[in-house]
């Protein structure tokens, strides 16, 4: 799966009239009122929403925006369960970025490197 990014947006304005009206819309419709957003990414690639904004005198626009995870990290297990002593095949991917290096700790003092790692 790939690991989520929990990302905090925050929009500000000058000029106009009175006080400003914010509303962001994310994928599937998911919308937030105010100036400060937060918003968690469960997908890969490039991140698009909206932010709509508006003043007491009428002036309002719909910004359309796209921003960039720099890194995702997606990892996988070849089994989940089965009989003791079970042999898991592990495997990591990244998207973004360049020169990885993969390290995996299995908490019982093993350890491995490399994109695919193997723990009984």
């Given at each position: 799966?790939?690991?989520?990014?929990?990302?905090?947006?925050?929009?500000?304005?000058?000029?106009?009239?009175?006080?400003?009206?914010?509303?962001?819309?994310?994928?599937?419709?998911?919308?937030?009122?105010?100036?400060?957003?937060?918003?968690?990414w469960?997908?890969?690639?490039?991140?698009?929403?909206?932010?709509?904004?508006?003043?007491?005198?009428?002036?309002?626009?719909?910004?359309?925006?796209?921003?960039?995870?720099h890194?995702?990290?997606?990892?996988?297990?070849?089994?989940t369960?089965?009989?003791?002593?079970?042999?898991?095949?592990?495997?990591?991917?990244?998207?973004?970025?360049?020169?990885?290096?993969?390290?995996?700790?299995?908490?019982?003092?093993?350890?491995?490197?490399?994109?695919?790692?193997?723990?009984?």
């Amino acid at each position: 799966s790939v690991a989520s990014l929990n990302a905090e947006y925050h929009a500000a304005a000058t000029g106009g009239y009175g006080a400003y009206t914010f509303t962001w819309t994310f994928p599937a419709g998911h919308q937030v009122s105010g100036a400060w957003a937060n918003y968690t990414w469960d997908t890969a690639g490039p991140l698009a929403y909206q932010l709509y904004f508006a003043d007491q005198g009428g002036f309002n626009e719909t910004l359309s925006l796209t921003g960039y995870a720099h890194l995702w990290v997606s990892s996988t297990a070849n089994v989940t369960r089965g009989p003791a002593p079970l042999t898991v095949t592990f495997s990591a991917s990244v998207l973004g970025g360049s020169s990885y290096a993969f390290a995996w700790n299995f908490g019982n003092g093993q350890n491995a490197a490399g994109s695919t790692a193997q723990e009984t």
